[in-house]
């Protein structure tokens, strides 16, 4: 049975007129009028009566329409889900994350996703600002949160800025002689507690003692904020804090904010630019700026 066929058969029962029905079906009227007759013969039925307006369903006609429209909607209904699934982005979402979660309004962020692209299944993956970025690039994470200095990710890469803030140099509590209206060359040997490669301390620091030419003093190295900041409080060294991790530690606990040694550093959202129009990408870019506001 030819699903065009029920679709001519209820459409001229509700005009009862070929002519009004052939305009709705975008048909001359010689083709649906051959549709009609097909659709009886295969039923083996004759469907419509002739009046003065044209066609009207008879006794077998009516009693068909009412079954003939279920069908018609259920198609529409079943094109209708087709669509949904066509227009719906779906698929793995993988993240690179850094620091600690408030900061990159990653609740926030994943909520979006959630409510507005609920076939998006989340897969974050913890690292380093310098990992993250090479993992965007090599293609094995599709976005991720990006620390550096301001347009630090755009070799190969979009970037939406997301925040600006600053890193202050911080001291163990009771060195305020040893760092008192000093600047970077004369601190740089002082003993500092340095970091990897990939790290956003290392990344700034790095290019701000080449810049003047001198190596600093690093006298301990560790992967984790947390340990960084543990040693500082326990004397070994200078780091670099946030500054509203710096002032809270200021507060709490006596560490030394070195007055005129910041960088700027930015937060931004990052992935290879070519697939920035990808669906899925372009979620993800929705639901930060959304949590970022």
């Keep these: 049975m ?15 007129n070929l002519t009004r029905a052939a305009e709705q079906l975008h048909l001359t009227q010689p083709a649906l009028s051959l549709q009609l007759k097909n659709f009886q013969e295969s039923l083996d039925l004759a469907l419509f009566a002739r ?41 793995e979402l993988r993240i690179g ?8 309004r990653l609740g926030a962020t994943l909520q979006h996703l959630v409510e507005h692209y609920p076939k998006i299944r989340p897969t ?44 202050s140099v ?10 008192a209206g000093r600047g970077w060359a004369e601190i740089a040997a002082l003993p500092w507690i340095w970091t990897p490669p990939d790290s956003v301390h290392h990344r700034l620091l790095a290019a701000q003692f080449e810049a003047l030419g001198i190596a600093p ?8 904020e947390a340990s960084m900041l543990d040693l500082v409080r326990s004397g070994v060294g200078l780091s670099l804090a946030r500054d509203s991790i710096a002032l809270r530690e200021s507060q709490a606990n006596g560490v030394l904010l070195i007055k005129g ?15 920035r129009a990808d669906p899925l990408v372009d979620a993800a870019f929705a639901a930060v700026r959304a949590a970022f506001g």
């Design 124 to 167: 974050l993956r913890h690292g380093m600002s310098g990992s993250v970025g090479r993992l965007v690039r090599a293609g094995e994470l599709d976005v991720g949160f990006f620390l550096g200095a301001p347009g630090d990710a755009a070799a190969g890469l979009e970037a939406l800025p997301l925040a600006s803030f600053t890193y």
């Design 217 to 224: 003093n690093a006298v301990a190295e560790v992967d984790q």
């Design 97 to 104: 994350t850094i620091l600690d979660p408030e900061f990159l």
């Design 51 to 91: 009046t003065a307006q044209g066609l009207a369903p008879n006794a077998d006609g009516r009693a068909l329409l009412p079954a003939a429209q279920r069908v018609l909607d259920a198609l529409d209904d079943f094109e209708r889900a087709i669509g949904a699934l066509r227009d719906t982005v779906q698929g």
């Design 261 to 275: 040694l910041s960088i700027q550093a930015e937060l931004s959202f990052i992935t290879q630019a070519s697939r």
């Design 2 to 16: 030819d699903l065009k066929h029920i679709r001519s058969f209820a459409a001229v029962a509700r005009a009862g």
């Design 170 to 179: 911080v001291a163990p509590k009771g060195w305020g002689a040893q760092v």
